[in-house]
């Protein structure tokens, strides 16, 4: 199972919105609407901040939104804040035999 | 409040094996699917394996017949028994719980536990 596709970095100024794409396959992003995404800080645990391509879990800020197009996912974040700054993964199902596939992850710098 | 904590990580000479644990509070392991995910210094999250509520479990190709999970309902603890291990496993490893059954969304983790495997 070959990895989820993401840009190895992007980058937006305080107040921006920035998008975060995550390209799969019809195997697993276009298959099935199980797609999350993840903020992580250094030397920290990753942090859930969309499941199910738009779902947003409790305390997790409304500047984050999550959407899906054919095999394609999407993270928007609006109203960039410095704290926005982290490394981000997107995630899909991928069918029973090997159920989980993470994308490389995304550096996002808030200049 | 849902707690994971890993323990069981180190320094582990190559071929070696290894088993790491997931102490769970706040809820019930045997009720929820478990995960294990692991980051290589320097490097992206990688899914290792899984547990269902029901028992079954899947592994990532790059561990299969040679990490096996399973957890232990009377201790709340999952568990993952890495044996024959390699360089390309040193990483810290999370386990980690979903936010509300099957979303595939991994909404708790662990602190995480350093693996490192060199001679």
């Known amino acids: 199972q070959s990895a989820l596709t993401q840009p190895a970095s992007v980058s937006g100024s305080p107040g921006q919105s920035i998008t975060i794409s995550c390209t799969g396959t019809?195997?697993?992003?276009?298959?099935?609407?199980?797609v999350s995404w993840y903020q992580q800080h250094p030397g920290k645990a990753p942090k859930l901040m969309i499941y199910?391509?738009?779902k947003r879990p409790s305390g997790v800020s409304n500047r984050f939104s999550g959407s899906k197009s054919g095999n394609t996912a999407s993270l928007t974040i609006s109203g960039l804040q410095a704290e926005d700054e982290a490394d981000y993964y997107c995630c899909s199902y991928a069918g029973s035999s090997t159920p989980v596939v993470f994308g490389g992850g995304t550096k996002l710098t808030v200049l | 409040e849902v707690q994971l904590v890993e323990s069981g990580g180190g320094l582990i000479q190559p071929g070696g094996s290894l088993r790491l644990s997931c102490a769970a509070s706040?809820?019930?392991?045997?009720?929820?699917?478990m995960s294990w995910v692991r980051q290589a210094p320097g490097k992206g999250l990688e899914w290792v394996s899984v547990i269902y509520s029901g028992g079954s479990t899947y592994y990532a190709d790059s561990v299969k017949g040679r990490f096996t999970i399973s957890r232990d309902n009377s201790k709340n603890t999952l568990y993952l028994q890495m044996n024959s291990l390699r360089a390309e496993d040193t990483a810290v490893y999370y386990c980690?719980?979903?936010?509300?059954?099957?979303?595939?969304?991994?909404?708790?983790w662990g602190q995480g536990t350093l693996v490192t495997v060199s001679s």
């Open positions: 980690a719980r979903d936010v509300v059954g099957y979303s595939y969304g991994l909404g708790y």
């Open positions: 706040g809820f019930t392991v045997s009720s929820n699917y």
């Open positions: 019809s195997s697993d992003v276009g298959s099935y609407n199980l």
């Open positions: 199910e391509v738009s």
